[in-house]
């Protein structure tokens, strides 16, 4: 430790910027000095953050130290089995994300975002704990798929889910329905759980898109929420996202394959 405590500034920052992300804070518990060095230091956090990931394009300042441990955190998170864990982190995930998204590289192949994320968006634990949490899976979808409990977090769910751009909706052959007498005791949602699996997506998603209550003078006749803000109303979004995904499955189907 001695020999390496010895060595100039720049050459400690050489070695350090090669360190994973995860590793840095504990390299900075190992003793006061490199603590000290590490801590605050915004160049050598500038360093390590845009070798893993896509530098922001904004002039604005960055705060690369506590920019850098969010995403060592979101990665974590990501690799996690805990699927409690995914699913009380939800908000922050999602903030992550979409910051990683809004500064990912134009370009697809030179991006370290992107791939980043494909990765990690290829375990199921993943996709069901993130992008399955909106409301549209109170009834549909399979046990591991359950509705946030906010609506802030089924906003950003339903976000996700459309950010992904692949609708979730396993439409399952009908030897594979289970019909069963219901359970009176249980709730609607998890008698209708019990009764069927795996339940499409598609179906409710249709429900949404199609009622025409839902479309106002307060909504601009369009997917947003009634509250005058003219927020995106993600859930509506993503409902248009499923129904749309399903109808050209179908159409794909059933000619014979002469459309992509």
């Known amino acids: 430790m001695t020999a390496l405590l010895g060595l100039s500034h720049e050459l400690l920052h050489c070695i350090f910027a090669e360190v994973d992300p995860a590793d840095l804070a504990a390299l900075a518990l190992t003793c006061q000095d490199l603590h000290s060095y590490i801590r605050g230091n915004r160049l050598l956090h500038k360093d390590i953050y845009v070798r893993r990931y896509d530098e922001p394009s904004c002039n604005a300042e960055q705060d690369w130290e506590r920019q850098m441990q969010d995403l060592t955190k979101l990665e974590k998170l990501l690799e996690s089995e805990n ?33 980043l994320l494909i990765e990690h968006f290829h375990n199921t634990t993943n996709i069901d704990a993130f992008l399955c949490s909106s409301t549209l899976f109170d009834r549909a979808g399979n046990e591991n798929q359950q509705p946030a409990k906010t609506e802030q977090l089924t906003q950003s769910s339903a976000k996700l889910h459309c950010l992904f751009g692949v609708p979730i909706d396993v439409v399952p052959n009908r030897l594979t329905y289970a019909y069963q007498r219901p359970d009176l005791s249980l709730s609607p949602s998890s008698c209708t759980r019990l009764q069927m699996r795996p339940l499409p997506t598609h179906t409710y998603a249709r429900s949404k898109v ?38 050209l499955n179908k159409f794909t189907e059933r000619s014979d394959g002469r459309w992509p």
């Open 83 to 115: 699927k409690q864990t995914k699913l009380d982190s939800l908000g922050f995930v999602a903030e992550q994300i979409n910051r990683l998204l809004e500064t990912a590289h134009h370009k697809t192949e030179s991006s370290s975002n992107l791939p």
């Open 210 to 247: 199609y009622d025409l209550r839902q479309y106002t003078e307060h909504t601009l006749w369009g997917p947003f929420t009634d509250d005058g803000t003219q927020r995106v109303d993600w859930e509506k979004v993503e409902a248009v996202m499923v129904v749309l995904g399903f109808n």
